[in-house]
């Protein structure tokens, strides 16, 4: 049964930092790709990065590029997402999800965790 | 960007009836290459995380009941609920996988009358 939980939101000033991981289980994490996508309270869903099966290759939102970095560690079967330079609009439930790559940089996601609430406030 | 247009908002439906859910895309998402079009389908029940039910624009993810279906027509998809049940109360989102980045349609809820 695949499996990702997430960990890591919480309360965080405005122009701070946090990391967000997701602990997968239940299939091989070495060759899937993954991603984050976000929910902010009441909304709906906005895509924010994916990373390849190889962590070669990573893509983000307008939103957030140049403050989030994605990232993987197959050891741990774990996915990262450090957040930096954190806005009020960053305010959202953070989703991890198991990408199915079409083609490169393409995907669309198969299983999602219960996400982790991020709140930006001061 | 690819621009996702859902509508209506909401609806409700009665139990048993159909539920027809319209998602607009700003481009052309079908490759020629493969005849496809790169739409998914997701259901969102209140305090779940996403499911996925279609992709492909027409294929349905294992485990999805058949009064799921996709179709398309040029840039218009549609998912239909034929025989709407009490557990199919969610939000319904379309999302293309066409190109970077990946967008989502608004969402639309469907409640019972």
């Known amino acids: 049964e695949v499996q990702l939980l997430e960990s890591g939101g919480g309360l965080v000033q405005p122009g701070g930092s946090l990391r967000l991981s997701c602990a997968a289980s239940g299939f091989t994490f070495s060759n899937s790709a993954m991603s984050w996508v976000r929910q902010a309270p009441g909304k709906g869903l906005e895509w924010v990065s994916v990373?390849?099966?190889?962590?070669?290759?990573?893509y983000y939102a307008d939103s957030v590029k140049g403050r989030f970095t994605i990232s993987r560690d197959y050891s741990r079967s774990t996915l990262y997402m450090q957040m930096s330079s954190l806005r009020v609009e960053d305010t959202a439930v953070y989703y991890c999800a198991k990408a199915i790559s079409v083609a490169a940089h393409l995907y669309y996601f198969d299983y999602w965790g219960q996400g982790t609430l991020v709140t930006v406030s001061s | 960007d690819i621009v996702m247009t859902q509508s209506p908002d909401s609806l409700a439906v009665s139990l048993g009836e159909r539920a027809t859910i319209n998602c607009k895309s700003s481009h052309s998402i079908l490759y020629s290459s493969n005849n496809q079009n790169y739409l998914a389908w997701y259901q969102q029940k209140p305090g779940q995380p996403p499911k996925l039910l279609i992709y492909w624009a027409s294929t349905r993810e294992s485990g999805v009941p058949d009064r799921f279906s996709g179709s398309v027509s040029g840039t218009d998809f549609t998912l239909t609920i034929s025989s709407l049940q009490a557990e199919d109360v969610a939000v319904y989102y379309c999302q293309q996988y066409y190109n970077i980045p990946l967008t989502f349609g608004g969402g639309t809820k469907v409640e019972i009358k």
């Open positions: 990373i390849s099966d190889s962590g070669g290759s990573t």
